[in-house]
């Protein structure tokens, strides 16, 4: 059984590019959260997804915005990229209301330059 | 919103040896507290969690305190090993608003834990 699978791992991306980052949750799972790790931070949520409608969002600007599809896969876009976005993006996977039974994605590192 | 705070931010040990890491929370309401290892590169493993009805719980050499009141709660290994060495998370879950289900993990700074042979 398939766990959280992310691509891509890694990411370089220049200031003020876009980015889209993709997320498939564990079997039986039908809702993805999005976190964003700092270097040496812990995870800060970014959003959450069920049923494809965004359910709660952290502090976050809204250059970050995402998306779930029927299959409960989900993509996370970020904007106008800034420096301060380089960090390791996790997703995690859960049976609804989204909290219990968290999986986490082994994340995608991205490098703003 | 909720706070989580954790200490000690490092922490060396001798092989054989306990480890205890603290965190404490700001919002009453929180009521599920979830414990990661994470070693480098590598995704946040869940180890160990506890819900707000109970007071300790234990798996093999881990064990999780929670004390409501207080607010707090601990994360013990016993018996360390190499292997423990890692970064662990504290987390706590907050309802959304007052009597939902909704809830999202809030985490805390982590504890780098080394363990010497």
């Known amino acids: 059984d398939a766990g959280v699978t992310q691509s891509p791992t890694h990411l370089i991306k220049t200031r003020g590019q876009q980015v889209t980052l993709r997320c498939s949750p564990k079997?039986?799972?039908?809702?993805v959260s999005w976190y964003q790790q700092a270097l040496g931070q812990g995870p800060q949520f970014i959003f959450q997804?069920?049923?494809?409608?965004?359910?709660q969002r952290g502090n976050f600007p809204d250059r970050f915005s995402g998306h779930q599809f029927p299959n409960y896969s989900s993509e996370l876009n970020v904007n106008a990229l800034l420096l301060g976005d380089s960090a390791l993006y996790l997703c995690?996977?859960?049976?609804?209301?989204?909290?219990?039974?968290?999986?986490f994605g082994s994340g995608t590192r991205l490098t703003v330059v | 919103g909720e706070n989580v705070e954790q200490h000690p931010s490092t922490l060396s040990v001798q092989e054989g040896d306990s480890a205890v890491i603290k965190c404490t929370y700001s919002?009453?309401?929180?009521?599920?507290f979830p414990w990661y290892k994470q070693e480098l590169g590598k995704r946040p493993q869940l180890i160990i969690d506890?819900?707000?009805?109970?007071g300790e719980k234990k798996d093999q050499r881990i064990a999780v305190t929670l004390n409501k009141t207080a607010k707090h709660f601990s994360l013990h290994i016993t018996e360390t090993q190499p292997e423990d060495s890692a970064v662990y998370f504290c987390a706590a879950s907050s309802p959304l608003r007052r009597g939902s289900t909704l809830g999202r993990l809030y985490f805390g700074r982590g504890t780098q834990l080394t363990v010497w042979p």
């Open positions: 919002d009453s309401a929180s009521n599920y």
């Open positions: 079997s039986g799972h039908d809702t």
């Open positions: 995690a996977s859960s049976p609804w209301p989204g909290d219990y039974g968290y999986t």
């Open positions: 506890i819900r707000s009805n109970v």
């Open positions: 997804y069920y049923e494809e409608e965004e359910r």
